[in-house]
């Protein structure tokens, strides 16, 4: 049997993880490093990114990451006690 291990289709390139962490602005590189969940650096790109943009601030975008770690915390507890 040859063949079985390949594919015609092209193979899909999986982006570095480490690569995309670096990409993160210094703050949010900070913040992950003291974040309680294991944050994926895209995620907290999505994040620090909307908030730079709704409003302009280092700060807020920080206590957006704070907030939605808090929800995750919290949605993570409230299945615990079920």
Known sequence: ??????????????PCPMAAHDRLPAPARAWVA?????????????????????????????ARLDAAERATLDREAGALRR
Do not use: F, K, Q
Not at 7 to 13: A, E, N
Not at 38 to 60: F, K, N, Q, Y
């Open 34 to 62: 003291r974040a309680v969940l294991p944050w994926s650096a895209a995620s907290v790109a999505r994040i620090w990114a909307r908030a730079l943009a709704e409003t302009g601030s280092e700060a807020e975008a920080l």
């Open 1 to 14: 049997m040859t063949g079985n291990a390949s594919s015609p289709l092209r193979r899909r390139r999986r």
